[in-house]
């Protein structure tokens, strides 16, 4: 049986999986955002990666960004 990642207890019944790396931890120390489980890492990359998939919609749909960026 393996344990939780993030508290270190084992694992029961009540477990997910984490969207990002597939990790398995409990329901309670998950991360649920948009309808899906994440660990912690992951929820801080995803939300790292979210802004950042955002701002490059933003330079996308203006078409403000400068050539000299490429
Ligand atoms: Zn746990
Ligand atoms: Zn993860």
Redesign the pocket.
């Known amino acids: 049986m393996s344990v939780?990642?993030?508290?270190?207890?084992p694992?029961e019944a009540r477990k997910v999986k984490c969207f990002g790396c597939a990790v398995e931890?409990?329901r309670?120390?998950a991360k649920k955002t948009m309808g899906k489980f994440y660990c912690r890492r992951c929820y801080r990359e995803g939300k790292r990666r979210a802004r950042l998939e955002r701002m490059r919609q933003w330079g996308g749909m203006g078409k403000k960004v400068p050539h000299k960026l490429w």
């Open positions: 939780c990642p993030v508290c270190g207890k694992l931890l409990h309670e120390c």
